[in-house]
């Protein structure tokens, strides 16, 4: 099985922003944990704090991966264009957060790309996306 993990903008210094909220392990380190515990899956990383990066990444492999797996950080409340993306490829998409985003500030308590993801995982830490992993097996 070959999932895409997709993080937007911020994402790229978990570890160092805002410990109390996004722990301190960086993505890095933590995305070799999960190759290794699911070694038998084709696990690809892509990071960019660029929407229409995110966008063509989508694109590029939502014809070929069997699941897409996307914390799409701030983009989750504010783009369209991600939702459009989703929604264009056939991967099964599962939206995951890392804090419980229903428990923080109003902005952040509607998902514009939720509408066209398989589900939602949110509020488990870093253990959101081992979670995801798991809801494709």
Known sequence: MNLLIINGPNLNLLGKR??????????????????????????????????????????????????????????????VAIRDAIAAVPAPTVEIHISNTLSRENFRHKSIIGPVCKGCIMGFGLGSYKLAIQSFL
Request: hydrophobic share 30%.
């Open 18 to 79: 805002e410990k109390t909220i996004y722990g301190s392990e960086n993505f890095e380190n933590y995305f070799e944990e999960l190759k290794t515990q699911f070694s038998e899956l084709d696990l690809t990383y892509f990071q960019s704090n660029i929407e229409g990066e995110i966008i063509d990444k989508i694109h590029e492999h939502g014809f070929a991966v069997d699941g897409i797996i996307i914390n799409a950080g701030a983009y989750t409340h504010t783009s």
